[in-house]
């Protein structure tokens, strides 16, 4: 994939003392105990937001009165058009509410649709949040674990049909998978839809990574493929993982069916959710209508880190094996023929490698003995965190 403009993501940005999640020594010395590691670790990429947000939200700067604001008809149009260039997905204005991020919106949902002591199914090794929004909501977890197979996750449908059956009220389903970074067939997709709609199971489709599919892959979003599956579904998407903009906070959800959107809005009505602050709402329409020749650029960088990545580890730590992902720029990295248990893992990289990636196991059961390692940086820091990771196992 040619890459117009390079040079904006070989650039190293300082970040210390912005207040970011990711590189603020406070957070990575409670996190990991030390100050002096290479945070590749939070899904947060290192590189700045395309121009065209930038612009957008210094012009709205420029206007001194920051009243209540309510989102404008050309926000749910950038959204539209988006979906459709990139996804084939036609969706009316209706569908579309806002939340200020997924897991919020997973939590509006679960509150939407569940009851206390309700069944929610999830499938792990899966992001940590969706087990925390279960419990933090005196849900029940219902796991129907994903298959390991030929080095790629797999979805278990005997398994899977049985856990719908025992009474599961809601289906919580990441797609593209984090942090697999797998991209669901659309027979996958259909399959889950049958299941689903059979026994009577609303569909929580996490998509915040649906814009980030590779060259190789192609992202279908659930909702998109009948009606039938629109109507079953509540799907969540953001422009924040795709252009680096996660501290707006900006999301929204997405579902054709008026009884889950009443369900939604009365939900969020208890929250005393009233929408979205105006740089946000800004950041979002300049993202969607500006941002795909960055995105696009983007990509094919992290394309690029993939490749290296995969063939440094598969030379140099051959111990460790790489599951490609069809989606993102996050690498799932299998551990287990170190022989090391989490702690020892942990301990390695952050005392001997000085490098701090998220352990598998935060992942739940399936996720032991990984790591995931976040490949949204220079190349030059990619290199470095590729030689920590040598030394942190050598």
Same mark, same amino acid.
Request: aromatic residues 10%; proline residues 4%; charged residues 25%.
């Given at each position: 994939?040619?890459?117009?403009?390079?040079?904006?993501?070989?650039?190293?940005?300082? +970040?210390?003392?912005?207040?970011?999640?990711?590189?603020?020594? $406070?957070?990575?010395?409670?996190?990991?105990?030390?100050?002096?590691?290479?945070?590749?670790?939070?899904?947060?990429?290192?590189?700045?937001?395309?121009?065209?947000?930038?612009?957008?939200?210094?012009?709205?700067?420029?206007?001194?009165?920051?009243?209540?604001?309510?989102?404008?008809?050309?926000?749910?149009?950038?959204?539209? $058009?988006?979906?459709?260039?990139?996804?084939?997905?036609?969706?009316?204005?209706?569908?579309?509410?806002?939340?200020?991020?997924?897991?919020?919106?997973?939590?509006?949902?679960?509150?939407?649709?569940?009851?206390?002591?309700?069944?929610?199914?999830?499938?792990?090794?899966?992001?940590?949040?969706?087990?925390?929004?279960?419990?933090?909501? !005196? +849900?029940?977890?219902? $796991?129907?674990?994903?298959?390991?197979?030929?080095?790629?996750?797999?979805?278990?449908?005997?398994?899977?049909?049985?856990?719908?059956?025992?009474?599961?009220?809601?289906?919580?389903?990441?797609?593209?998978?984090?942090? &697999? &970074?797998?991209?669901?067939?659309?027979?996958?997709?259909?399959?889950?839809?049958?299941?689903?709609?059979?026994? !009577?199971?609303?569909?929580?489709?996490?998509?915040?990574?649906?814009?980030?599919?590779?060259?190789?892959?192609?992202?279908?979003?659930?909702?998109?493929?009948?009606?039938?599956?629109?109507?079953?579904?509540?799907?969540?998407?953001?422009?924040?993982?795709?252009? $680096?903009?996660?501290?707006?906070?900006?999301?929204?959800?997405?579902?054709?069916?008026?009884?889950?959107?009443?369900?939604?809005?009365?939900?969020?009505?208890?929250? /005393?959710?009233?929408?979205?602050?105006?740089? /946000?709402?800004?950041?979002?329409?300049?993202?969607? +209508?500006?941002?795909?020749?960055?995105?696009?650029?983007?990509? &094919?960088?992290?394309?690029?880190?993939?490749?290296?990545?995969?063939?440094?580890?598969?030379?140099?730590?051959?111990?460790?094996?790489?599951?490609?992902?069809?989606?993102?720029?996050?690498?799932?990295?299998?551990?287990? !023929?170190?022989?090391?248990?989490?702690?020892?893992?942990?301990?390695?990289?952050?005392?001997?490698?000085?490098?701090?990636?998220?352990?598998?196991?935060?992942?739940?059961?399936?996720?032991?003995?990984?790591? +995931?390692?976040?490949? &949204?940086?220079?190349?030059?820091?990619?290199?470095?965190?590729?030689?920590?990771?040598?030394?942190?196992?050598?």
């Amino acid at each position: 994939m040619d890459i117009l403009n390079k040079s904006i993501f070989e650039e190293h940005y300082n +970040r210390e003392n912005t207040g970011s999640a990711k590189w603020d020594k $406070n957070s990575l010395l409670s996190l990991f105990g030390s100050e002096d590691v290479l945070p590749m670790w939070v899904a947060d990429m290192d590189f700045p937001a395309p121009e065209g947000i930038q612009k957008a939200l210094i012009e709205r700067l420029n206007h001194p009165i920051f009243g209540y604001t309510v989102p404008a008809d050309t926000v749910f149009t950038e959204i539209q $058009n988006w979906l459709k260039q990139r996804h084939s997905w036609q969706i009316d204005k209706e569908w579309i509410s806002f939340s200020s991020g997924v897991v919020s919106a997973i939590g509006t949902t679960i509150q939407a649709f569940t009851s206390p002591g309700d069944k929610i199914l999830l499938q792990s090794p899966v992001y940590t949040p969706f087990f925390d929004m279960i419990k933090n909501n !005196d +849900r029940e977890v219902v $796991n129907s674990p994903l298959l390991l197979e030929d080095g790629s996750f797999t979805i278990d449908f005997t398994d899977f049909e049985d856990k719908l059956k025992s009474g599961v009220k809601l289906f919580l389903f990441c797609s593209p998978h984090n942090p &697999g &970074g797998r991209v669901w067939t659309k027979d996958e997709l259909l399959r889950i839809g049958e299941l689903c709609e059979k026994y !009577d199971v609303i569909i929580v489709s996490d998509e915040i990574h649906a814009d980030l599919y590779l060259s190789t892959s192609r992202h279908y979003p659930i909702g998109s493929l009948s009606k039938k599956l629109a109507d079953l579904t509540v799907t969540l998407m953001a422009p924040s993982k795709t252009f $680096n903009i996660a501290g707006m906070q900006a999301s929204f959800l997405i579902t054709s069916n008026e009884q889950l959107q009443l369900q939604l809005q009365k939900a969020q009505a208890k929250l /005393a959710f009233h929408g979205l602050n105006i740089l /946000a709402l800004t950041a979002m329409e300049a993202a969607y +209508r500006e941002g795909l020749q960055w995105l696009t650029d983007m990509i &094919g960088y992290i394309e690029e880190n993939i490749k290296l990545a995969e063939e440094f580890i598969a030379a140099e730590i051959p111990a460790l094996h790489v599951m490609h992902p069809d989606a993102s720029y996050l690498l799932w990295i299998d551990c287990r !023929d170190l022989g090391l248990t989490d702690i020892e893992i942990k301990d390695r990289l952050i005392h001997q490698g000085k490098l701090a990636l998220e352990p598998g196991s935060k992942y739940g059961p399936g996720g032991e003995g990984f790591v +995931r390692m976040n490949l &949204g940086c220079s190349r030059a820091t990619l290199q470095e965190g590729l030689k920590r990771l040598k030394i942190a196992f050598s």
